[in-house]
């Protein structure tokens, strides 16, 4: 009785842990190349708008805005947009992932961690208004980006 | 002496007003409108996730994940990407917003106000894990887009 129990509850765990990932799971391949590239674009304008914060005058209330917009799609769990296949092919143009992206989750993994990490940073530190920690904190947040970039993304054709 | 200092004054604040404007316009034309492209898409990825939660099994993680993207896309000011010039050209592709943007201001403020109240509570409903109150505020944040699109939106070639 209680071996079938068991058996029914690892059942129903697996029917739980399939349906969350068939939810998360949306999109054709082309779809999930382009939400990918358009989130990195979305946070590429986030980070150039706390740039010229840091070098022109500073207001915290668009510093604020852009770290929040890095911090959720930092959050957003877009590690579902990579599914097997889209290791090749277009969104708004070629994808510039490395194959070895798909072959080192854990290394994808300890980067992704880290660069969350710095983008809460990042979104803590955006809050209280204070320039010279924000400046301090960008730098960690774009040193984070890089490390990522540099393992796992194609050279930009120009 | 009071003349002069409310001279000043006004000197002064003019300068933080235009310096802060200066520090939100960043990129050129075809980078705002390659932005604005991508903010509306990472928006709508995450609508599409909310959807599929909603007819699927409910995951109140990706559905907070989600929420909270359209959340601080929708708090990021991003009326800054609508600068003169960019009423024509390509980012990833030919932009399709209808000049009628440029010149009914008032009605934009309108239309994004509203969606932004959704927005925001698309975020407080999903951080409460209760799926049917997600579904009907869901209805009313594809309303809040639907009326931009509606007014400010050329259809879109297939």
Known sequence: ????????????SLILVSGALAAQVIGK?????????????????????IKANLEGSF??????????????IANSGMGALYQPGTDKGSGHHETS???????????VKELAMAYNREANEMA?????????????????LGESCKACHDKFRKEEKK
């Open 1 to 12: 009785m209680k071996k079938t129990l068991r058996r029914v509850a690892l059942g129903l």
């Open 29 to 49: 391949a082309e779809d999930q190349i382009r939400w990918r590239q358009s989130a990195y674009n979305t946070m590429a304008w986030s980070m150039g708008r």
């Open 59 to 72: 207001s915290k209330e668009q510093v604020v805005q852009a770290a929040n917009t890095i911090q959720a």
């Open 97 to 107: 992932v490395k194959s070895e992206f798909f072959k080192e989750q854990d290394k």
């Open 124 to 140: 803590k530190v955006a809050a209280t208004g204070d320039a010279a920690a924000a400046k301090i904190q960008f730098g960690k």
